[in-house]
């Protein structure tokens, strides 16, 4: 009969729980990962492969110097599934890491269905073991029977905010006689397809967008916009000008039939490596189909587009993580369960990767009675683990990886470097260093666990 101590149930087999299965399992731990897929679907879910993507097959900037690099480049020196994944089956996005994301997912199914440690079971889990070491990583798409039991679990109102997904087109559906390959600032060379707007278009597509009609929310709900991931129509009513400041910036952008740059600008970006599908960069909604596709059609170099998916809505929850977990991901009223990514309160896929890493790690390190580990504060990683698990509980609200985050550079590193591109820089070089150390220290290969 095998110890339950060195037995771990991974609830939910998003990027969170795929990367928290795959650490405790390669740390010498035997991994149960619940997934409900395909017997029980989500609102946003299409397959039923681990690791599906699906808002966005960007996992946002990989330029060095910035915090979204930082952050992946602390998990690809840690050996994460994930972003090993990403590099494998990234396609040109800029400075941007962006996947083919059914490769991808693909790639992640095999792996973890090859990993001795992991057993895979596709059923979905209503209730949370009673003496067994958990990890919760069922992201902001939780099954209604699981929100309810961790409701009672974590002691508070189910809190949520709305998410929206961005629509894809086909690549063969756009006019390239209009849209034209840039980047905006010249950066990442021509890896983006831009649909350029003059003021007159402008202004006919801001005002169809403004009266399009958007799907309902239910009634009983409060609607929570995430700040970061506002639908395009809610970003058009705070002001006409709005979007030209935001997804639609043309800075950089000069249309090659006037040489000027365009008054507002659409981007696309390849969703695939085959090239045959582009996605909308930004442009997240919730209007209905037909009125989806009226308005869209609307953008120079669209007016014939073929809609591979429309973009949606739906809501993501999270837990209040500062009342109820450490910044191990372990709860402090009940040891043995551990929660990871998106439901923790960070926002990102990136960001959820890398709580479902720190989770992965500790679980296992509890189930060989093994202390407990804390990412270092000066890293991307141990800045996210310490603002779910510190942050006011009273204005808790997700966040993604910034350099706020971080502590600030000392004095006289500020000094040293007057530019702030310098000092980023600087602070990345740092925290690197940092991780680097802890993880010599701290992250032991899984014999030395398991031994």
Request: hydrophobic fraction near 40%.
């Amino acid at each position: 009969m095998t110890d339950l101590k060195e037995q771990i149930c991974v609830i939910g087999g998003g990027l969170a729980g795929v990367e928290a299965a795959w650490q405790a399992a390669r740390l010498g731990a035997r991994v149960t990962l619940y997934e409900m897929r395909p017997v029980t679907q989500t609102p946003a879910h299409r397959t039923d492969k681990l690791a599906e993507i699906v808002c966005s097959n960007s996992l946002k900037s990989d330029e060095p110097g910035t915090a979204s690099y930082l952050l992946k480049e602390e998990l690809r020196r840690a050996d994460s599934l994930v972003l090993e994944a990403a590099m494998a089956t990234k396609v040109p996005a800029g400075a941007a890491l962006a996947v083919d994301r059914h490769k991808f997912a693909e790639l992640i199914t095999e792996r973890l269905e090859q990993e001795p440690n992991i057993r895979i079971v596709r059923e979905e889990m209503k209730t949370v073991p009673e003496n067994q070491i958990t990890i919760i990583a069922t992201g902001p798409l939780s099954s209604d029977a699981l929100t309810t039991e961790i409701m009672k679990l974590t002691g508070s109102d189910q809190m949520y905010f709305y998410d929206a997904i961005a629509p894809i087109v086909s690549a063969d559906s756009i006019d390239t006689t209009i849209a034209f390959r840039a980047a905006r600032y010249d950066k990442g060379g021509d890896d983006y397809l831009n649909c350029p707007f003059d003021e007159q278009q402008y202004a006919e597509f801001y005002q169809a967008l403004i009266e399009a009609n958007s799907v309902p929310l239910q009634r009983y709900e409060e609607t929570r916009w995430f700040e970061a991931c506002l639908p395009i129509e809610e970003l058009a009513r705070r002001g006409v000008d709005t979007l030209r400041f935001g997804p639609m910036k043309p800075v950089g952008l000069r249309d090659p039939r006037t040489g000027r740059e365009a008054y507002a600008a659409v981007q696309l970006r390849q969703e695939n490596l085959m090239a045959d599908a582009y996605s909308l960069v930004g442009f997240q909604n919730h209007l209905r189909y037909g009125d989806q596709a009226r308005v869209l059609r609307l953008i120079p170099g669209l007016q014939n587009a073929e809609f591979l998916q429309f973009g949606q809505i739906h809501r993501n929850t999270y837990i209040c993580s500062p009342r109820v977990l450490g910044a191990t991901m372990q709860m402090r009223d009940r040891p043995n369960v551990f929660f990871a990514g998106q439901i923790t309160g960070v926002e990102g896929y990136v960001e959820s990767v890398a709580m479902g890493w720190l989770a992965g790690v500790n679980a296992a390190r509890l189930a060989f009675g093994r202390e407990l580990v804390k990412a270092p504060l000066a890293t991307a990683t141990g800045a996210l683990a310490h603002y779910v698990s510190h942050a006011d509980t009273k204005n808790f609200q997700p966040v993604n990886i910034t350099f706020a985050l971080l502590p600030p550079l000392p004095e006289t590193a500020k000094r040293a470097s007057r530019r702030k591109r310098e000092r980023r820089q600087l602070q990345v070089e740092m925290a690197l260093k940092e991780w680097d150390e802890w993880l010599t220290q701290n992250h032991k290969q899984p014999e030395a666990v398991s031994a």
